[in-house]
């Protein structure tokens, strides 16, 4: 009796129990495929867009500092840019007994120390990188001036510009310590870009401090 009824109440509405069961596992099926093509599209957008921390920042060239200048900081790209050039020595970049070649170019280099990840300041004072956590130094470029860190600063990709972004140079790794080299910047060079998701660990070259025999 009651299923003569439930009979009569779907036959009432139009749409017999097989049909309702169809529309049923097509509308599961739409909404599985929905799902999908949304994963898809999510996994194919840049994770990391421009300007943003782990992609590219673009910066025009004129706001590098001048040789052996004070670093110039990039907050949102966690970031310090220096141009560095032994040929012309200061207090800040010289070269040191260990360092045949000269070192001249463009490095932009991670804010965060190399010893347990404190974020290091530039202090003025003293013309070098110092960590407030447990007193690792570093120079211009990153090396170390004294421990504890175990490493020089880790340094990310740079690229020289023109202005239509077509690519003039390209940093390339030291072939013994697979370090960013810096780079030496092409005369039509008007932009920088500047990697942050290519980053690169520092070398663990003996420390500056060594040749002077000021270390603690
Ligand atoms: S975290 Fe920088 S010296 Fe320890």
Known sequence: MARATASVAAGSSGVTRREFLYYIWGASIALFTAQSAGFLVW?????????????????????LPEPNGEPRDNPAGRFWLVNLDTTQPNLRMFQAQDEPEPIQGVAAIYKVCTHLGCIYSWTPANERFECPCHGSKYRLDGRRIEAPAPRALDRFKVEALDADRNVLAVSSEDPRTGVFLPLALPPNTTLLSIDTGKRNLGSSEPLLCSFTGTCP
């Open 43 to 63: 996994f194919l957008i840049p994770r990391f867009r421009e300007g943003e921390f782990g992609g590219k920042f673009i910066l025009p060239v004129t706001d």
